[in-house]
Nanobody, 117 residues
Framework: QVQLVESGGGLVQPGGSLRLSCAAS????????MAWYRQAPGKQRELVSG???????NYADSVKGRFTIARENAKNTVYLQMNSLKPEDTTVYYCNARLVLGRDVYWGQGTQVTVSS
């Protein structure tokens, strides 16, 4: 059974930082591209950042220079370090795993991030 369990969300003031974690089980972690998405109410889910098994990363323009994605294959975990947070970053963040050579795609349950004073 595949599970992606996110943690680290919460309430933070503008300009603050949070680190999201996503622990995966039931998959060969290094074979999956891992990513973080977010979805605000009434909007489409959007890619925030992704990282391949070899560590190649990509970011949405809105978070470049503020967010950093990283993974620890030995711990089956992907992280999203979020700095200089803005109110517009407020939404639910989802962990995503996509098999590089295949069709398997998995989602976590989501973690709420709220940026407010």
């Amino acid at each position: 059974q595949v599970q992606l369990v996110e943690s680290g969300g919460g309430l933070v003031q503008p300009g603050g930082s949070l680190r999201l974690s996503c622990a995966a089980s039931g998959i060969i972690f290094s074979s999956y591209r891992m990513a973080w998405y977010r979805q605000a109410p009434g909007k489409q889910r959007e890619l925030v950042s992704g990282i391949t098994g070899g560590g190649i990363t990509n970011y949405a323009d809105s978070v470049k220079g503020r967010f950093t994605i990283a993974r620890e294959n030995a711990k089956n975990t992907v992280y999203l370090q979020m700095n200089s947070l803005k109110p517009e970053d407020t939404t639910v963040y989802y962990c995503n795993a996509r098999l590089v050579l295949g069709r398997d795609v998995y989602w976590g349950q989501g973690t709420q991030v709220t940026v407010s004073s």
